[in-house]
């Protein structure tokens, strides 16, 4: 059964940097293939796809958002990292992280989603 | 990148059938034929409900289905029911390793 679920603070400053984990189970990063991605969404607003990183170490980013995004893995402890700088109250957000299966362009799990609040 | 454009909402009676519509470009939904389907309740992590266009993955009723046609493609959901009353979002690959949502379809069950 694959599970993933998202930690990291519910409230920064504006300018600070966001740091957000995301922990699975039941299925592996090592695997060829398979993917894990970041997906935001606003209050009462729609879902926003931020970043994406493979099995193979490949990332995707949102292009708006490129230069303040940063994704990574640990394999040996099943988390995937995604951090963003330069916070913003705009930033306020639901966050999620999602398991992509064996390349494909689709998210079949999700985690419960974090909410974070940017605010000073 | 910008986000695919769905209608804000749409209504049916039980029963009745609706489509949701989710336009994108020829760098995306017409591109590929890789656009994905989520239903979400209030408060609630979005569910997967069609993927690749058309596919539904195991558990999810056959009254969904999704098709393509250019660069729109659409979600339709037959023998509506009160319970999918929901937001619906579509997703496309966009190449270069990224994705794109929609904007997102409230689906209001008179």
Redesign the interface.
Known sequence: QITLKESGPTLVKPTQTLTLTCTFSGFSLSTSGVGV?W?RQPPG?????LA?IYWDD???????LKTRLTITKDTSKNQVVLTMTNMDPVDTATY?CAHRPDS?????Y????TLVTVSS | QSALTQPASVSGSPGQSITISCTGTSSDVGSYNLVSWYQQHPGKAPKLMIYEGSKRPSGVSNRFSGSKSGNTASLTISGLQAEDEADYYCCSYAGSNTVVFGGGTKLIVL
Do not use: V
Not at chain 1, 104 to 108: A, L, S, V
């Open positions: 991605g997906i607003k729609a879902l926003e796809w994406l490949d990332k995707g980013y949102r292009p708006s999620y494909t362009w689709y998210f079949d999700w985690g419960q989603g």
